[in-house]
């Protein structure tokens, strides 16, 4: 079993910066690709970003790529999302995940509770 907890959420401008951090315990980190998504209100949930288990190889979403940069500590046990050059159209709850590298979040088995990002206009 994977416990993972988001932090780093907040309120911010447009054109302001943000760093989500998700801590994970519970067996082996460095074993576990790890993954962020969002969901916005009303709309599905959005692949953001993923990182293979031995932080090699990244991925993005396209309306992210080149704003967003995903990273991991495997000694922390902890994954991060580089947020700069937020737009109000990054505003959602922001999930990390585990268990897969893929854009499908049906393919990833552990999730975090979500933190909010709101960016104001």
């Known amino acids: 079993q994977v416990q993972l907890v988001e932090s780093g959420g907040g309120l911010v401008q447009a054109g302001g910066s943000l760093r989500l951090a998700c801590a994970a315990s519970?067996?082996?980190?460095?074993?576990?690709?790890m993954g962020w998504f969002r969901q916005a209100p009303g709309k599905e949930r959005e692949f953001v970003a993923s990182i293979r288990w031995s932080g090699g190889s990244t991925y993005y979403g396209d309306s992210v790529n080149g704003r967003f940069t995903i990273s991991r500590d495997n000694a922390k046990n902890t994954v991060y999302l580089q947020m700069n050059s937020l737009k109000p159209e990054d505003t959602a709850v922001y999930f990390c995940?585990?268990?897969?590298?893929?854009?499908?979040?049906?393919?990833?088995?552990?999730w975090g509770q979500g933190t909010q990002v709101t960016v104001s206009s």
């Open positions: 519970g067996r082996t980190f460095n074993t576990l690709s």
């Open positions: 995940a585990a268990g897969a590298i893929s854009t499908d979040w049906t393919l990833y088995k552990y």
